[in-house]
């Protein structure tokens, strides 16, 4: 259930770094940006999410145009990067020590 959030999470999030306006060069602004979405079951106009069958979640998108240029660069397409992290594999989860209690997942 948590890794159709994260695939949906990661769809969207591809999407928008699509329709980013690609700058060039890139700013320090880029490599330090997180981009905080809401996916309630409803939809969302605010966070431009569609309606879904899941609980409500949240996603973290960290440094998206960074990234985005990074996988460009090495020739990384969108279809294999969204199969690598939203094909049929299983995520492998582990629980860090950390303070924040967060989730993290191996791809």
Request: charge should be negative; hydrophobic fraction near 35%.
């Given at each position: 259930?948590?890794?159709?959030?994260?695939?949906?999470?990661?769809?969207?999030?591809?999407?928008?770094?699509?329709m980013s306006t690609n700058r060039v060069p890139l700013r320090?602004?880029?490599f330090v940006k997180v981009i905080n979405t809401h996916f309630p079951?409803?939809?969302?106009?605010?966070?431009?999410?569609?309606?879904?069958?899941?609980d409500f979640f949240k996603f973290k998108?960290?440094?998206?145009?960074?990234?985005l240029r990074l996988r460009?660069?090495?020739?990384?397409s969108e279809r294999i990067y969204?199969?690598?992290?939203?094909?049929?594999?299983?995520?492998?989860q582990f629980i860090s020590n950390s303070k924040s209690g967060q989730f993290f997942y191996y791809s």
């Open positions: 259930y948590m890794m159709l959030g994260i695939s949906h999470s990661v769809r969207k999030n591809v999407k928008r770094a699509r320090v602004d880029d079951p409803e939809g969302s106009s605010k966070f431009n999410t569609e309606p879904h069958d899941l998108d960290y440094c998206p145009e960074a990234f460009r660069y090495w020739g990384i969204l199969a690598e992290l939203c094909g049929d594999r299983d995520f492998i």
